[in-house]
């Protein structure tokens, strides 16, 4: 009996193929793509299809692939085909949920910066922003788009000339060069499946079939919370909607709730951060509507 087992591609379906092919080839860089339509609609999109390929002059390729499930474009892929610019912002560890929201099937013309919860931060040469919060981000000219095929899940190369760097000082080292250590840069792997430069896998789950709330619909003190991290007001941003009132109170009358309310009689100051700091760790177990509605509980 042989050791491998072996496969012709033709024979495979699609999200056979896919899951394959992305899972063996890993891990893959990510790269965060900024375009801007012929109305300067910006659009941000994360491809794990990406690499740097040449140096001299200094290329970049991602690859907007067509939908497996029904063959459409993405906005992306339109975007440079109009205006021939975009820039790629590089993602690491403190963002990388804020990316996975990014990729939600937003409707033309909204702004995804706005809906991850990214900033915008104006070019030097190119039309299109880049994202603040990236470690590294390069202005790029798009100098062709390869089409390789015209059926579902076919990829399109897009080719990318680098025109400008931006580099954020607190990731270089005394000589100026860039510290990988202190970049923390994440990969792409098959599935649901990352990978952490400076630590280990980690799972992200999918952004919904339907696009999740976004950043900007979370209550205000959220966003302005000095415990919550953008990873956790990314996965925040990631569901269907907000919790109702009824749910809210009932969280309220929990009795998990009424006992940390106990603990802090005596610290009622320190009590908002004991519910932050619970609702983290909510997070980190993949219980997100039950973090959001221990979180609105102490507003009611």
């Not at 040469?125 to 202005?139: G, L, M, Q, W």
């Amino acid at each position: 009996m042989s050791e491998f087992l072996s496969l012709d591609p033709d024979t495979l379906s699609i999200r056979e193929r896919h899951g394959y092919l992305l899972t063996a080839v890993a891990p893959r860089p990510i790269a965060l793509a900024t375009t801007i339509d012929s109305e300067g609609n910006i659009n941000l999109s994360p491809f794990s299809f990406f690499n740097v390929f040449s140096s001299n002059p200094p290329i970049m390729i991602f690859s907007p692939a067509r939908r497996g499930k029904d063959n459409t474009t993405k906005h992306t892929l339109q975007n440079v085909k109009d205006i021939a610019e975009c820039t790629i912002s590089i993602v690491n560890y403190p963002m990388v949920e804020q990316m996975s929201l990014s990729s939600s099937d937003y409707p033309k013309g909204v702004n995804e910066y706005t809906k991850a919860g990214f900033t915008e931060i104006a070019s030097d040469i190119v039309k299109t922003p880049r994202v603040a919060e990236s470690p590294v981000s390069f202005e790029c000219k798009v100098q062709e788009v390869v089409e390789l095929g015209d059926q579902g899940a076919a990829g399109n190369l897009v080719i990318c000339k680098v025109v400008k760097i931006h580099i954020k000082k607190e990731y270089l080292d005394e000589k100026q060069r860039l510290d990988t250590q202190k970049l923390d840069l994440v990969g792409r792997m098959g599935g649901i499946w990352y990978t952490r430069a400076n630590g280990d896998l980690f799972e992200i789950p999918k952004p919904l079939s339907t696009p999740g709330i976004g950043v900007d619909q979370l209550p205000k003190e959220l966003l302005e919370s000095h415990i919550l991290t953008a990873n956790d007001l990314g996965r925040l941003g990631n569901i269907e909607a907000l919790p109702t009132e009824e749910e809210v109170f009932k969280m309220k009358s929990s009795n998990e709730y009424i006992s940390l309310k106990k603990d802090y009689e005596s610290e009622p100051d320190k009590f908002q951060d004991a519910i932050y700091h619970k609702a983290k760790d909510l997070l980190a177990a993949g219980k997100i509507e039950v973090a959001l509605q221990l979180l609105m509980a102490i507003r009611y």
